[in-house]
Each structure stands twice: as C-alpha cells, then as structure tokens.
C-alpha cells in the first residue's frame, strides 16, 4: 500500500524541545538517578533514548546505563502470513534487577509493542519498576497500556500512519502524518 | 535484505550472498539470548521442530535441539537406530508418520547425499539439511563464515585455507560455496588421495603442500581425519598422515598474527592438530560450538516463521 505526506506535525526544534521535557519529568518523578536505566526499543526509540541520556548526563553529571531491545521474538503476530522479519540486536549489559527501567518508543499507538517489550525485560531480571516514555502518543490502544511521559498527543484516525524520523538514520529530525494514497 | 522467504535450507550452493548475510546477521542477535537470565525466547511456540537422524550425531544433533529449545519449540528427537527403519520402513514412509504430527520442521541427516532434497519436495513442513553424504553440511559452514565474520570483521578478500579428508567432508564443501560467494579465496590442502578429481572444476585452489595452504592464510579449517570413513586406505599410516598435514609448532608460524585455526570438531589431537597448540586453539574451536547454536537458531526462525514460497515455483 502507498502512502503520501499528509502534514509535518513537529519540527526538530519541536523534537528537540520534547525530548527536553521529557528528561525533567524523568528526573522530577526519579530524583535519584543512580536507580535510573533507559531502554531504547529498534529502531528509532534506540536513539531518542541516546539523546535523553545525553540530556540527562548535561543536567544531573551521571551516565545513567542505556540499553537496547528489539521486540521481534515476541511478537504476538510472528505466524501471521508475510516473511519473517529480521531480528535485530538487543543490548542490555547492566544488571536491570536494581533499576527502575523508563522504556523510550518513538510512537505509543497500539500498546503490543509495549507488551513484548515489557515480556522481554522480566527475561533480564525483576527491575523495580518499569516506566514508559514516548515522543508521539497517537491513541487507538488494543492492550491497557498508558504512557508516563508523554512528549506529544496527537490524535489520528486509524487509516493514518505516523512517521517519526531522526537524524541517526533519516538524515533529519520531524514527525510526519501520512495517509493511504486513494489517486 | 530486510525479510526473508526461503522455505528449506538446504544447502549453500544454491544461496544467494544476500540470504547468507542474513543469517549471520540475525545470528549476531540470537546469540545474545543465551547471555540472559532467562535464556528463552517466545518466538516459536507451538512450533515443532523433529530432529531426523538417519546417521550418528551427537553435537549437531544437540545444537539443534537446544537451539530449538530456546525458541520455545516442541523438539522430537529420531534416530535411525532402533526405529521401524530396522524393520524396512522406508525413510520417506518415516517421514509421512512423523509429518501426521502437524510438523513444521524437519531437522535432517542422512548418510545419502542430496536426501534431505528429496524428503523437501515431499512434505508440507520445512527441511534443514544437518549434513547429507558428501554433498553438504550448511548449517557447519554458516557457523565457520560466522565465527570468521565476528573475528575479523569480514568475510572478503580472505584467503581460506581446508586441510584434510577433503574427499569425504560435506563441511569444506558448503566453506567452499559460502566463502566464494564473498570473494574469498578458498584453498584446499590433502594427500592426492582425499582430494576428488572433480574438485578442479569448482571455484578453489588445489596444494599438495601444507605450506603453501598455510602461508599467508587468513583462516584455516583443519578437518577431522575421518577414522570410519578410513576402510580404504587413503594414506599409508596416520603417523605418516599427520608427519606432512597436521598443524605444529613449526608450520603454524607460517600464519599471520590475526590467522584463525578452527576445526569442525572432534579434534583427533596430534593427528590434525599438535597437541602443544591445544592452548591456543581451543578457545576459538569452542566458540564455534557457540557460535552454532546462534546461527541454527537464526535459521529456525527465519524458516519457521511467515509465509514461504517453495524454490521454483
């Protein structure tokens, strides 16, 4: 199915500012962040989750450990018709069991994504707690998922796709609406 | 490459360099499970694997039954030995008794070359070559090219050198295949007698000389002298064997610093490879045991999971 750019919702000064925020409300809900650990989900939320890592390090002067997960093993659509996605690399070289863990996405929409992730965690150990951060919270959950930090909530119909694009990998920092091309 | 249709794996030959990077590639990822806390994984439950062996296996056999393990799949495990093939079931018949299980892969090794082919064409379920004849032994290659891959961070440009029962290896075969397909030049060292007339025609360089294979080789895979496979007399004496093709002291300074020794395992030590080197390269033969089960469960995955399509149509 194609689909063409409907608007441009967030620059990356935006962006910027976002992920800002989203480190204060962090640190203001985890006022000791030698506790703290971020988990970035493949492929986007792994570097939003740098760049709050990097924010965090300029405010409190801590490295707080990052690690990083690709949730494909436990999806709950593997066996559905289409080829097998490829597995990418999951990181997590700190002991989680004494963390409280604030999982980075770039789109909260559906919740499943969440729910692997959340699975894959316990594999690694019983952290103290698990927190969501998100960039874009578009709505439609299927799972009773909420977010903690949320860096914008955008409503959007179902039949819309929203795309976050970071400079890591897309050359450029935006969020873009797109929609089924019907022509 | 960024998904993945192919519904056996039945050899390297007939594989593109794009699919093989795919596997190492998510071989990278599936190795990290084995480090967690809970070394399991979801992907394939209610997923069964059976491991069909018509020829003695033991560390094949057991890497993919773990492998299969840790991606949550049922395992059946079959042996020729004391089975209803004693009492003249054909292997196809076996094949179709084990498929009314609803199977959905068939783990097969079989003493006949090309046999895990046949059984392919004839069942619903997808086939893995775990080693068929002479012809070839994918998944062993996969886990050599892997290893190297980690090693020295490339798989071009390598000069690749085999030493041993060429004539008897389906390993050096699927080397051959793999690493050619990443332009690496692949030489095979022997006596005359272990190295096959038809070996001229692939993609290798052919020595009579250990030096020669050795010098300047990148990575070099001493094979297993082949004691069952030894009723025609393929050489004089082992002692003469190893006295001009095993691994010593002496010849292995002819290997660059950052030179890789593996070897498919069992080593027969002192006869392909001094036992004085055992310190040095142990470590790396082991990974290799390691290094296996990431990629038979990189290929379980791939094959298990999604639509397939079958080769040629």
Redesign the interface.
């Known amino acids: 199915m194609e689909y063409k750019e409907k608007s441009k919702i967030i620059d990356s000064q935006e962006i910027c500012r976002a992920l800002k925020r989203l480190a204060h409300q962090i640190l203001e809900k985890n006022p000791n962040p030698a506790n703290l650990a971020l988990i970035g989900i493949q492929r986007r939320g792994v570097f939003l989750a740098k760049r709050i890592q990097d924010i965090i390090s300029h405010i409190k002067h801590v490295d707080v450990p990052l690690g990083v997960i ?1 949730i ?3 999806r709950d659509d ?14 997590i070289e700190f002991d989680i069991s004494t963390k409280v863990v604030v999982l980075v996405d770039d789109v909260l929409y559906t919740g499943r994504t969440i729910r692997c992730a959340l ?2 965690i ?4 019983r952290p103290k707690r698990i927190e969501l951060a998100v960039l874009i919270d578009r709505g439609h959950r299927e799972l009773p998922i909420r977010a903690d930090f949320v860096g914008k909530n955008i409503p959007t119909a179902s039949s819309e796709v929203v795309e976050v694009k970071v400079q890591e990998l897309d050359g450029k920092d935006e969020v873009v609406i797109l929609e089924k091309n019907n022509e | 490459m960024s998904e993945w249709s192919r519904k056996h794996l039945l050899g390297l030959s007939e594989m593109s360099k794009e699919e093989i990077e795919a596997i190492l590639d998510s071989a990278k990822a599936f190795k990290e499970i084995s480090k967690r806390q809970v070394k399991k994984v979801p992907a394939l439950r209610g997923k069964t694997v059976v491991n069909l062996f018509f020829e003695a296996s033991t560390r094949t056999k057991t890497s993919f039954e773990l492998a299969a393990k840790r991606l949550s799949a049922d395992v059946v495990n079959f042996s020729s030995k004391g089975s209803s093939l004693e009492k003249g079931e054909t292997i196809l018949d076996t094949l179709r008794n084990l498929e009314a299980y609803s199977v959905d892969i068939f783990v097969i090794r079989h003493n006949h070359s090309k046999a895990p082919f046949y059984l392919s064409t004839r069942t619903q379920a997808s086939v893995i070559n775990a080693g068929d004849g002479l012809n070839e032994h994918p998944t062993q290659a996969l886990l050599d090219m892997f290893t190297v891959r980690e090693r020295l961070g490339k798989l071009k440009g390598l000069k690749v050198a085999i030493v041993g029962d060429i004539l008897h290896s389906r390993v050096a075969r699927s080397n051959i295949w793999g690493f050619s397909k990443f332009s690496s030049q692949v030489w095979v060292c022997a006596p005359p007698t272990l190295i096959p007339k038809y070996y001229s025609c692939l993609p290798v360089k052919i020595t009579y000389s250990l030096k020669e294979a050795l010098s300047g080789a990148d990575v070099v895979i001493m094979l297993r002298v082949q004691k069952e496979r030894q009723s025609q007399m393929f050489f004089p004496s082992q002692r003469e064997y190893s006295e001009f093709f095993s691994l010593n002291e002496e010849n292995a300074k002819l290997l660059k610093e950052h030179s890789l020794v593996m070897h498919p395992g069992p080593v027969n030590w002192d006869v392909e490879i001094a036992s004085c080197l055992k310190e040095k390269v142990q470590n790396l033969i082991l990974e290799q045991v390691n290094n296996g089960l990431a990629v038979r469960m990189a290929v379980l995955y791939l094959l298990s999971i999604g639509k397939k399509y079958e080769v040629g149509s």
């Open positions: 690709d494909t093993l436990y593997l066996t559905a018709v289409g080829p097998a996605p490829l597995v990418r690399q999951t990181q699975d894959e316990m594999d690694f150990g």
